[in-house]
């Protein structure tokens, strides 16, 4: 086990968040005296006799038994990862839809049912509403934060809460006491995909959030180089779905647990830059007369200025923002203009990245579920990355004057 301070002890205050990034979940001396994890490129693990592998089953003996169940450097990850997010246990998984999925298939059976925010990850709904339904499972979509929609929604079948926070790309941020609130109150499970926000900038387990998930293809490793995904919940509630990803064995690669470990060092500096990035674009583009309206959690403009500053440290590097009088073609010329930024989906690398939501993740709706979800012709999203502040702000500028 680690003999480096995690965020579980007595002595949790005291503990920086990068100290907590660069040493938690690492043992102090490793494989070879070598500063950094190695990759274990091992699809098996050998007993040295036969009484070993009694007593590696009789015993529960912390070792790896096939690549399926676990890899040793995944294992340093998962105990960062958790240390990061204040949690006892983090489980992960290739990717942040496979830790999802990964979620609803443990979980739940014909006949129970989800009630979500709708301002859910496009794929998230897709796999609730269209794949869990084959098997019974009934999905509730309710209007992101209305609670009391959320509450009469809630039945004896009821087995999970759903929501992100903030939302992708409208940026609502959730009240997580009031969620947590109705967990309790109805005796159901809570899930809060923090993604966006990160355990930088969101701590949902201190609100009483069952399960925060992340994609930690976006913050997590941070370098656009990678995906993978990650559950953090108590010791007990991962352990079921550490057996379930087993079976199914959503894993990840050892060469991509690697990644992620290399990103995570410095996860706090880069999200330092991500807010300031972030504030200062949404500040810009809110000054701009080309502009109609943008959302930031960090700008008072938006609705839930006041809950965000409650409960988040900083607001991230995503930001939506809706040109004024402009049409798809007006607007996909200004993504068309920008220097910096590049073209695409996802977010939370070192490179900014830019889209039109109509062209990128919502090309195969109709213009009515379009608009059902709130997505705009005149939509841009951009996902700051770590470059200078003024660089991007400049950039912008040009291209929104062209
Ligand atoms: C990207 C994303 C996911 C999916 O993660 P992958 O690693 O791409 O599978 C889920 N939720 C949110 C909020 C995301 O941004």
Redesign the pocket.
Known sequence: MSSTPDSSGSDRPTIGFSTLAVHGGEDRQKYANAITDPIFCAATYTFENTQAAIDFVAKKLPREEYGRYGNPSEKVAERKLAALEGGEAALLYS???SA?AGLFLAKLQAGDEIVMFDQC?H??REFCQKHLAKFGVVTHLIPTCDYSAMEAAINPRTRLLLS?SPT?PHLSVVDLEQFVALGKKYGVETVI?A??ATPYNLRPLEYGVDYVVH?C??YLSGHNDM???VIISTAEKIEPLRKFRGVIGMINGPHNIYLLLRGLKTFELRMRRHNENGQAVAEFLAGHPRVEKVLYPGLPSHPHHQIARKTMRGYGGLVTFYLKDADAQQTAAVVDAVRIPRIGP??GGAESLIEQPIVMSYHDFTPEQRRAVGIADNMIRIACGIENPEDLVADLRQALER
């Open positions: 990717t942040g839809m999802l990850y794929r998230t992100e992708n995909d993604t966006l994609s293809t976006k995906l993978g995904g996802s977010l």
